[in-house]
Each structure stands twice: as structure tokens, then as C-alpha cells.
């Protein structure tokens, strides 16, 4: 690792998130529920993170679900984000 504290800080944060979803997820045989709340509000690079930990997965385990609650405004956020989009179901508006 090549770069700042911040960024190190951000890489260990992503490590222990996953280790936990794989926890759960393998060990506990649980699926861990994010929920959200005014998605709408949830700034650019968090749909990037998000979309990130949805990747986290066995063949056997989706290890996160992430349920979002969210004005209509959260349509063009995305459309916005096709990536994060492509991995979402019954989308209710």
C-alpha cells in the first residue's frame, strides 16, 4: 500500500467489512441487512462503496442485501450508477 493514512484507513475499513459479511455469511450461514434510509441523500461515492459490497458474495452466500428507502430523485442517481443498478430487483417507486 502505497498511499496516505486516509487511504489505508479506507482499505482496512473495506477489509473488516468484508471479513464480517464472510463471517456471517459462511460461519453464521446469516445474511447481513443494510437498510437506508433517504437514499436520495446518499452522496456519489457511496453508491460506488455500496455497489462494491454486493460483490462480496460465495458461490453458495449472498453475504448483503442492502434495502434503500428513497424519493424519486433516486431514480437518476440510478441511472447515474447502470453498475449498481444492474444488481438491483423489484424496485418499487
Not at 49 to 58: D, H, K, M, P, V
Request: hydrophobic share 40%; charged share 30%; with cysteine.
Amino acid at each position: 500500500m502505497s498511499g496516505s493514512g486516509e487511504e489505508e484507513s479506507e482499505w482496512q475499513l473495506k477489509e473488516y467489512i468484508k471479513k464480517y459479511l464472510f463471517r456471517k455469511g459462511v460461519d453464521e450461514k446469516k445474511t447481513v441487512v443494510l437498510i437506508i434510509d433517504e437514499g436520495q441523500k446518499l452522496p456519489e461515492f457511496c453508491m460506488e462503496i455500496l455497489r462494491e459490497f454486493l460483490n462480496y458474495e460465495t458461490n453458495e452466500f449472498k453475504l448483503l442485501q442492502i434495502v434503500i428507502f428513497a424519493q424519486n430523485e433516486f431514480r437518476q442517481i440510478l441511472k447515474a450508477h447502470a453498475n449498481f443498478a444492474d444488481r438491483s430487483t423489484d424496485i418499487l417507486f
